[in-house]
């Protein structure tokens, strides 16, 4: 039957079913198993008995932080490691990380309460984007032009239950598209560039934008194996901006959504993927 493989998630999206589909080919057997049952701890944990891998892909970072962590201290091998998910889930480590390594990423100041807030909008000059510290998908994202928006905006922000949800990041706003780049093992096998839609001004393949397809472009490869490099190969959703100055890393997501991506390029992406994990196993 060949190595089985659990893919870990809070749902079966379209992204997992092409890759279930897709792993017989290359010796696989894929399942999906919530990531809501797993009740790891026991080092004989019978949730993930007999699998080869686990294919991490809640939409949860800290969850899939905590059980890849978990997973590995039992010898199961997860894609991506805990240590690549851990950096991914947290805008701040993220960046602070692959700066400490030399990677361009936008200027940023980190706000825990109105003072910070408000020295960011001094350094920073409007506008700017607010986002949270933990989250994705462009959710919590915003755009803030005007300074007596600014406090009706961090008036929310203080209103949220919980310290880890008022962490955010304070960042100039740069304008046009982003773009993404899927990364499987250390190779860029798609890339498209995506423009914000009607009147939403987040550029974000989860957000249903316009997109094209990306030629090969030495720059991008060069930032984006400084980031696998220091995170390690893996499959990623690397996201840049385009700037006068050159490419800076936005974002590194962990279990990317590449449906948008690969009905841009036409790209194969669940088998390259699937290619990756029959390469790790081997």
């Known amino acids: 039957m060949g190595n089985r493989v659990a893919i870990v998630a ?64 039992t010898g199961v091998t997860a894609l991506n490691s805990a240590a690549a998910i851990n950096a991914c889930e947290n805008k701040l480590v993220l960046r602070a990380v692959l700066s400490a390594a030399g990677v361009p990423v936008p200027d940023y100041r980190l706000v825990l309460s109105r003072k910070d807030f408000e020295k960011a909008l001094d350094e920073l000059g409007l506008p700017v984007v607010l986002k949270p510290v933990y989250g994705g998908m462009g959710k919590r994202v915003t755009l803030i032009r005007d300074s007596d928006l ?50 939403d001004w987040r550029s974000n393949a989860a957000l249903g934008n316009q997109s094209r397809a990306l030629a090969h472009d030495p720059d991008v490869q060069k930032i984006v194996d400084a980031v696998v490099d220091r995170l390690g190969a893996g ?43 029959q390469e790790v196993l081997a």
Do not use: M
């Open 10 to 73: 809070d749902r079966v999206g379209w992204e997992e079913r092409r890759l279930i589909e897709a792993a017989p080919e290359f010796g696989l057997h894929i399942d999906w198993i919530n990531d809501e049952s797993l009740c790891l701890g026991d080092p004989r944990a019978r949730s993930i008995e007999g699998y080869d891998a686990l294919l991490v892909r809640s939409r949860s970072y800290t969850r899939g932080g905590l059980l890849a962590t978990l997973a590995e201290s």
């Open 150 to 199: 600014a406090q009706s905006v961090y008036d929310y922000v203080e209103d949220l239950g919980h310290a880890f949800e008022q962490a955010c990041l304070v960042e100039p706003y740069l304008g046009g598209g982003s773009i993404r780049c899927l990364v499987v093992g250390r190779e860029i096998v798609a890339a498209a560039e995506f423009e914000s839609a009607g009147a």
């Open 235 to 277: 499959i990623y959703g690397v996201d840049l901006f385009k700037t006068p100055s050159g490419y800076l890393v936005n974002e590194v997501n962990h279990a990317p959504a590449w449906r948008g991506v690969a009905s841009t390029t036409g790209v194969d992406i669940p088998s390259a993927v699937a290619r990756h994990v």
